[in-house]
């Protein structure tokens, strides 16, 4: 993982945070899995000069729900 040292946190870590804070969890797990990944690939090229693909595996019951699966409901 890479660092955002103007922000004291990972990457990955910053970008979670702020959309569950933006969203205050209203938000699914699909729809925070696609903003992590596409933000924090975008920003790593920018800030870091390094690409970093974040990914998500879901199984189980969970990958039939997931698209629709709300954090806080």
Known sequence: ALPYKEKNHGLFTYFLLKKLQDTKGNV????????????????????????????TKVS?????EWTSKKLRP
């Open 28 to 55: 699914t797990l699909k729809d925070l899995s696609s903003y992590v990944h596409d933000t924090v690939k975008k920003n790593s090229l920018t800030i870091n000069s390094k690409l970093q693909t974040p990914s």
């Open 60 to 64: 189980g019951r969970l990958a039939q």
